[in-house]
């Protein structure tokens, strides 16, 4: 075998290590449904406590965060072990470190905005920067593990809504949420979604 | 001129290196994951899983969950210490063409 050969068996092997061990990315962008999903129930809690929706139940409007989201939580949680079942995928380092992350910021979102709400100091722009900021800390991590661009710039887009929605009127606030909220949850999580479709259709054998 | 290291020919199997570096991201995995991760026929995996377990770079452990077998693999301290000593010998041999 001449060197050059050589040279492109060895580079080969570690193109193979890179590529097994991209498969720790596959398992996170499989969650590109869950972004959508939340996406969408942000949307529903902001249209059913501004009061666009009317009817007995949905006028009370109190009930539109924690009924959304708790409703969400449990939605999200059944289908991933739904997937997860029928994958029968192990437990991956940087799925397990990726949870964590994601269920500490919701372990913190609701710390924060739960007694918020009870002791009466919530105030529509504050929360919404802490909302933000706190998502965008999440998405800050796990992008630095995975080294996903795409997920840092989510990251900066939740930071930049989190400064408007202090600096601007309510109704900037609002709308600086409503846009993150779309390019953070819904074009993002579409993006990963299709990352996934493209991840599988190129995996091929791998012969000893 | 440095001597060049030698590569572990146990780590250096293609189908054996994929599987390593596939164990060293999960706490364990099912031989159905390994074969759909690889795309490696059942008789080619099993026989390379094997090599890696008699040089005591995986463990096994089978067991039965609803009356099915199941085998799950996972990465011994030597293996993951062998496929760290062969990444830092590959990059040594490729040097600049990294």
Redesign the interface.
Known sequence: MNDVTQDLELTGRLTLIEKMIAEGRRTTTKWGWSAVLWGVAFYVAIAWSSGMFGGAIWGQHYMAWPVTMVATWLLNWGLAARMRRGAKAPMTTVARAIISIWAAMGFSMFALLFPLGLSGRADQQVCVAAVATLLGTANAASGMLLKWKAQIACAVVWWLASAASLFGTAMQSLIAFLVAIFFCQIVFGIYAMICESREQRRQGAIHA | MPELPDLNPVV???????LL??LT??????F??LRE????TDG?LG??LLKLEEAGYVAVEKKFVERKPQSLYRMTDSGRAALSEY?QA?RQ??GA??
Do not use: M, P
Request: no cysteine.
């Open positions: 250096h199997g293609k189908l054996r290196l994929a570096t596939l991201g999960v706490e364990e995995a099912e159905t994951w991760k690889t795309g490696a080619n026989a390379q990444v590959l041999l490729l063409a990294i």
